[in-house]
């Protein structure tokens, strides 16, 4: 658990972050959004002590994160950032190396870290693992930046915009990464982002930043029915707000009875993804399936089309 308690931090008299207070639950995953200068990545930093607080406390499983050595916290966090930013001079498997060997693991348990990290980011290990950053594409260069931030089996995750510079099909590749890396781990995740449909995908909570401020922070589905502030309506859009709660909804909730022909969809995907397929597809209905391939029933583009449309 990391416990915000009225975090401030000032510049020259100015408040960057301005009093904010907020618990993220442990084995989550919470996403900060705003416009840029409102204080995301400030709020950030100052969780692993790269930035430190003006005034107030934060604390993780109960513990002031100003009681514990600014390097020791920092190899029990993990950070990741846009541009992973990897030693250039280091193989990939000695960039996934890098803290466990500072904390003094043995060599064979950070081989066998290394291993199952590239290997859960479908990574061979023979292959990838002797190669330099330079010989791998900027997908493959992310993956192992947040592999790096994941050796040492840290409790946290923190990642500052880490996919905003990959091209939109890798960047949904490597949001699914994390999904699924996050469920294996059950690491708590704090990610900063500008972009609205990740934050809406991603998110257990999502805390909306303006002028260092925290205006509301709750489950995705709050921020769309109950936006607090005009801000908080502006940033999820008006236009896109009945298609965000099919975002953050699944196909099996929208499930009924009865047949529907072609390739059928799980249902753990979103009432969004299916509308799409639905669309693109030009069909009336698809099948749903449950996660191990049972057959669930079908759902309807008019459906989809009605919940889209319904009023908040």
């Known amino acids: 658990m990391i416990e915000i308690d009225a975090i401030t931090k000032q510049y020259d008299g100015v408040a960057v ?7 993220i639950e442990p084995r989550t995953i919470t996403v900060v959004v705003g416009t840029s200068g409102s204080g995301k990545t400030t709020l ?3 969780i692993n002590r790269l930035v430190e607080a003006s005034s107030g406390a934060i604390r993780l499983d109960g513990e002031d ?4 050595a600014g390097y020791e916290l920092r190899r029990r966090i993990g950070y990741a950032i846009q541009g992973h930013g990897l030693f250039p001079h280091r193989t990939v498997a000695q960039n996934i190396a890098t803290v466990p060997s500072l904390l003094g693991w043995e060599r064979r348990r950070i081989d066998l870290k290394v291993a199952e990290l590239l290997t859960l980011f479908q990574l061979e290990p023979e292959v990838y693992g002797p190669r330099y950053p330079h010989e791998l594409s900027g997908g493959q260069q992310q993956r192992v930046g947040v592999a790096r931030a994941l050796a040492a089996e840290p409790n946290v995750l923190l990642m500052d915009e880490p996919f905003g510079a990959l091209d939109p099909i890798i960047r949904a590749k490597a949001q699914e990464d994390l999904l699924a890396i996050q469920k294996h781990f059950g690491t708590t995740i704090v990610l900063v982002t500008h972009d609205m449909n990740e934050a809406f995908h991603l998110a257990n909570k999502i805390a909306v930043m303006d002028q260092g401020k925290v205006v509301q922070y709750g489950p995705p589905a709050e921020l769309v029915q109950m936006p607090a502030t005009s801000f908080v309506e502006t940033l999820i859009g008006d236009a896109e707000r009945p298609f965000r709660l099919l975002s953050i909804s699944t196909a099996g909730t929208a499930a009924e009875p009865g047949e529907a022909s072609g390739e059928p969809i799980r249902e753990d ?5 299916a509308l799409a397929d639905l669309l693109w597809s030009g069909r ?16 309807t583009l008019d459906a989809l089309l009605k919940r889209a449309a319904r009023p908040l």
């Open 65 to 68: 994160n100003r009681s514990i």
């Open 284 to 299: 009336r209905a698809l099948p749903v399936v449950s996660v191990t391939g049972t057959p669930m029933g079908r759902v």
């Open 44 to 46: 950030l930093r100052m």
């Open 17 to 23: 972050v301005d009093n904010v207070s907020m618990v």
């Open 269 to 273: 995907r979103t009432q969004q993804e």
